[in-house]
């Protein structure tokens, strides 16, 4: 529904006009009344209007006045000028505004009524070529972002490939030079959405670029923000603006200037490259590639020290074990060499220590670790102390419960009470979490060191003993399959048949007939 402001100081026209336009085209305009250009102003101000129909002569403010002050409105609504007076120079004048149409007094209906469906033609086609513009551009961007992308996602690319797919996409304005950054935003104060966000960048990015000079921006696979740009310095004043603004805290790594389109996959590596150092840095902002390009790759990962965290799991000497975990991610180490230093150490961690525990543990250990899951990747954190103590304090955790397994293991007092426990309620609705709170132990330690102690899982001893229990039950009674299966713990006969008939290969009564014909 459009909103329609009639604009004329005799009441009677007003409301005349409103009268006769909603009996044409109901539920097509929202109609508002004014008396004078000074009260029409007012509205289109406050209210938004998409079309006026004023009067020429009127007290306070007349219709050419109202026409002048519309200049600043926008969106400027579409006017049709009405006069009781044959006047060629309010036409004109009217003509010079833009003004859509010009209607002697008294008006006409099928005159006005003609003027009001031509005009709501053009707006319609009007909103139609804005929409098909909105779309194309939208279109295009996503295009571009998706040869972007298929670009880097295919580092082996013949350069002249990589050149095919750009300048298909009309970015041949990289070979007169550019620089690529890569943006990664703080996960607390991220915006509600990638639009968002981008609404935000484009807005800085036009007061901060010269007319008509290019520039690119597209979302790279892991959802960070690329740009690309002919000049570095839109970088740096881009950074600053977002950080004036608040509107979240940015990190940016720039790359060196490159000159050949084929050259992006490098540009963004060295952006992508640059970003990580963020981890060693406590401050948002820009890390130039050239400021990190240099650092000493001539390291030897420390991996008999990892070992030998991994061969203490479980022993009491996690002091020990603390101080050695300080020595292998010591800081100023870390801070000497390049990235991929600490890259190693981490991938080694995971292997060594993370995945060890998991093989040797098996699913129960993973409870703790799910719980870490972000340790097992240093970019999960926005500096290297928050990845230290994530992996401390893992350790801390995997440490105590191995060692907990082991002393259980080692004394099976605990485990025999259970195992008893376990014979005495078999036929009640048994779980493991009854069992465990029954001896007074943790129940993701339980379950491994039950597993140990016994050779199989709390749920596969516990279906042996019901269906040792329900043989014993056919060879010796006369009792129904669904008697003894109620007898043994089984929720249903066709449970306890489907179980029967996986373990022993028949079902209960083919078993008690198999047993009678022996005897």
Not at 77 to 97: K, M, T
């Given at each position: 529904?459009?909103?329609?402001?009639?604009?004329?100081?005799?009441?009677?026209?007003?409301?005349?006009?409103?009268?006769?336009?909603?009996?044409?085209?109901?539920?097509?305009?929202?109609?508002?009344?004014?008396?004078?250009?000074?009260?029409?102003?007012?509205?289109?101000?406050?209210?938004?209007?998409?079309?006026?129909?004023?009067?020429?002569?009127?007290?306070?403010?007349?219709?050419?006045?109202?026409?002048?002050?519309?200049?600043?409105?926008?969106?400027?609504?579409?006017?049709?000028?009405?006069?009781?007076?044959?006047?060629?120079?309010?036409?004109?004048?009217?003509?010079?505004?833009?003004?859509?149409?010009?209607?002697?007094?008294?008006?006409?209906?099928?005159?006005?009524?003609?003027?009001?469906?031509?005009?709501?033609?053009?707006?319609?086609?009007?909103?139609?070529?804005?929409?098909?513009?909105?779309?194309?551009?939208?279109?295009?961007?996503?295009?571009?972002?998706?040869?972007?992308?298929?670009?880097?996602?295919?580092?082996?690319?013949?350069?002249?490939?990589?050149?095919?797919?750009?300048?298909?996409?009309?970015?041949?304005?990289?070979?007169?030079?550019?620089?690529?950054?890569?943006?990664?935003?703080?996960?607390?104060?991220?915006?509600?959405?990638?639009?968002?966000?981008?609404?935000?960048?484009?807005?800085?990015?036009?007061?901060?670029?010269?007319?008509?000079?290019?520039?690119?921006?597209?979302?790279?696979?892991?959802?960070?923000?690329?740009?690309?740009?002919?000049?570095?310095?839109?970088?740096?004043?881009?950074?600053?603006?977002?950080?004036?603004?608040?509107?979240?805290?940015?990190?940016?790594?720039?790359?060196?200037?490159?000159?050949?389109?084929?050259?992006?996959?490098?540009?963004?590596?060295?952006?992508?490259?640059?970003?990580?150092?963020?981890?060693?840095?406590?401050?948002?902002?820009?890390?130039?590639?050239?400021?990190?390009?240099?650092?000493?790759?001539?390291?030897?990962?420390?991996?008999?020290?990892?070992?030998?965290?991994?061969?203490?799991?479980?022993?009491?000497?996690?002091?020990?074990?603390?101080?050695?975990?300080?020595?292998?991610?010591?800081?100023?180490?870390?801070?000497?060499?390049?990235?991929?230093?600490?890259?190693?150490?981490?991938?080694?961690?995971?292997?060594?220590?993370?995945?060890?525990?998991?093989?040797?543990?098996?699913?129960?250990?993973?409870?703790?670790?799910?719980?870490?899951?972000?340790?097992?990747n240093i970019y999960n954190f926005d500096h290297f102390h928050d990845y230290f103590h994530s992996v401390e304090s893992l350790l801390g955790r995997l440490n105590q419960y191995i060692r907990q397994i082991r002393t259980v293991h080692s004394d099976p007092r605990e485990f025999d009470k259970a195992v008893d426990y376990i014979h005495q309620h078999y036929q009640e609705n048994l779980n493991m979490a009854m069992v465990s709170n029954h001896v007074s132990l943790n129940y993701t330690y339980f379950s491994q060191a039950f597993k140990e102690y016994t050779g199989e899982s709390f749920v596969s001893y516990l279906r042996r003993l019901r269906i040792q229990k329900a043989k014993e039950l056919l060879e010796k009674t006369e009792d129904k399959v669904?008697?003894?299966?109620?007898?043994?713990?089984?929720?249903?006969?066709?449970?306890?048949?489907?179980?029967?008939?996986?373990?022993?290969?028949?079902?209960?009564?083919?078993?008690?007939?198999?047993?009678?014909?022996?005897?």
């Open positions: 529904m459009r909103h329609l402001l009639i604009v004329d100081d005799e009441p009677n026209i007003r409301n005349g006009l409103k009268a006769m336009i909603e009996r044409q085209f109901p539920d097509r305009y929202r109609i508002t009344l004014a008396g004078d250009g000074q009260e029409a102003l007012a509205v289109a101000a406050k209210e938004g209007v998409e079309l006026i129909i004023t009067d020429i002569r009127m007290p306070i403010m007349d219709g050419m006045d109202l026409l002048h002050r519309l200049e600043g409105v926008e969106p400027k609504p579409d006017v049709i000028i009405l006069s009781g007076h044959d006047d060629f120079q309010y036409a004109r004048e009217a003509i010079r505004h833009e003004v859509k149409d010009y209607l002697l007094k008294p008006i006409v209906r099928d005159e006005l009524f003609r003027v009001l469906t031509r005009l709501e033609g053009e707006r319609k086609r009007q909103e139609e070529r804005e929409q098909h513009s909105l779309l194309s551009g939208r279109l295009k961007e996503e295009f571009i972002a998706a040869e972007y992308n298929f670009v880097l996602l295919h580092r082996e690319m013949p350069p002249e490939t990589v050149r095919e797919h750009l300048t298909h996409a009309e970015q041949s304005w990289l070979d007169e030079g550019y620089y690529a950054a890569v943006l990664k935003i703080s996960e607390a104060r991220q915006p509600d959405n990638r639009v968002e966000l981008l609404a935000k960048v484009d807005s800085l990015l036009q007061e901060l670029l010269e007319p008509k000079e290019p520039f690119s921006r597209f979302y790279d696979k892991d959802h960070r923000l690329v740009l690309l740009a002919r000049r570095e310095e839109v970088f740096t004043q881009l950074a600053e603006r977002i950080q004036h603004h608040s509107f979240f805290t940015v990190r940016m790594g720039i790359s060196e200037r490159m000159v050949r389109l084929e050259q992006i996959p490098s540009a963004y590596g060295q952006a992508a490259q640059a970003l990580k150092y963020f981890l060693l840095q406590s401050s948002p902002g820009v890390i130039r590639y050239g400021s990190v390009s240099h650092r000493d790759k001539s390291y030897l990962l420390p991996a008999e020290e990892i070992q030998r965290v991994a061969n203490m799991l479980g022993s009491d000497r996690e002091v020990e074990m603390k101080r050695l975990l300080l020595r292998i991610l010591d800081v100023k180490t870390v801070l000497r060499f390049d990235i991929g230093y600490l890259e190693g150490i981490s991938s080694m961690i995971n292997e060594f220590i993370f995945d060890k525990v998991y093989k040797l543990y098996g699913e129960e250990s993973i409870e703790i670790l799910k719980s870490y899951r972000e340790a097992g669904y008697e003894i299966s109620s007898q043994v713990g089984f929720e249903n006969a066709k449970h306890f048949t489907r179980i029967f008939r996986e373990m022993e290969g028949v079902t209960p009564l083919e078993y008690r007939a198999q047993k009678r014909l022996l005897s």
